[in-house]
T-cell receptor, first 111, second 116 residues
Framework: AQRVTQPEKLLSVFKGAPVELKCNYSYSGSPELFWYVQYSRQRLQLLLR??SRESIKGFTADLNKGETSFHLKKPFAQEEDSAMYYCALSRPQGGSEKLVFGKGTKLTVNP | EAGVAQSPRYKIIEKRQSVAFWCNPISGHATLYWYQQILGQGPKLLIQ????????DSQLPKDRFSAERLKGVDSTLKIQPAKLEDSAVYLC??????????????FGQGTRLTVV
């Protein structure tokens, strides 16, 4: 079975400080990893995915298969980054893709 | 393109009553998910459809929850009878369901259910 673990429920940093949201996964196959974000009063939306290897809103995440991790990083946090962040794993099932989420980390960026 | 539509946005019912939620996914998306999100927790997958077939319903409490996706488009999720612990936000999401670029899930606004 697959599992996504986000060890920090809450994370608080000051504006301009680096931020790292941790995500570890367990899955024996080749998963796709994602970070989803939910801003206040908005719907859950994709932030980035590991196969794209891109930076979105200054955030990056590298898939480390050896450590089974997919940590989300940003060198300089902004107040508008305050939100709930969910790490998610997708793996093949029944001709489709099963998408499983971690419990989420609430990031607060203080002025 | 239009996003995933859900209704109603809010629902308050008494325990042991029945309730139904409706979801209209993005046109052309074969995969449809229903998630339950209890306050302070991450989304928990209840059931997943590929077109009109069920791919995974391992975490659906089948004694009280049911879902269908007739014609492989819209979907309804029903709870009968509701319990206090069913209070949560019910999220519907859809995706192309294709590995390597088509796995992004698009979410609806959710239905907030309160059971009193």
């Amino acid at each position: 079975a697959q599992r996504v673990t986000q060890p920090e429920k809450l994370l608080s940093v000051f504006k301009g400080a680096p931020v790292e949201l941790k995500c570890n996964y367990s899955y024996s196959g080749s998963p796709e990893l994602f970070w989803y974000v939910q801003y206040s009063r908005q719907r859950l939306q994709l932030l980035l995915r590991h196969i794209s290897r891109e930076s979105i809103k200054g955030f990056t995440a590298d898939l480390n298969k050896g450590e089974t991790s997919f940590h989300l990083k940003k060198p300089f946090a902004q107040e508008e980054d305050s939100a709930m962040y969910y790490c998610a794993l997708s793996r093949p099932q029944g001709g489709s893709e099963k998408l499983v989420f971690g419990k989420g980390t609430k990031l607060t960026v203080n002025p | 393109e239009a996003g995933v539509a859900q209704s109603p946005r809010y629902k308050i019912i008494e325990k042991r009553q029945s309730v139904a939620f409706w979801c209209n996914p993005i046109s052309g998306h074969a995969t449809l998910y229903w998630y339950q999100q209890i306050l302070g927790q991450g989304p928990k997958l209840l059931i997943q459809f590929q077109n009109n077939g069920v791919v995974d319903d391992s975490q659906l409490p089948k004694d009280r929850f049911s879902a269908e996706r007739l014609k492989g488009v819209d979907s309804t999720l029903k709870i009968q009878p509701a319990k206090l612990e069913d209070s949560a936000v019910y999220l519907c999401a859809s995706s192309l369901g294709l590995r390597g670029g088509g796995t992004e899930a698009f979410f609806g606004q959710g239905t907030r259910l309160t059971v009193v």
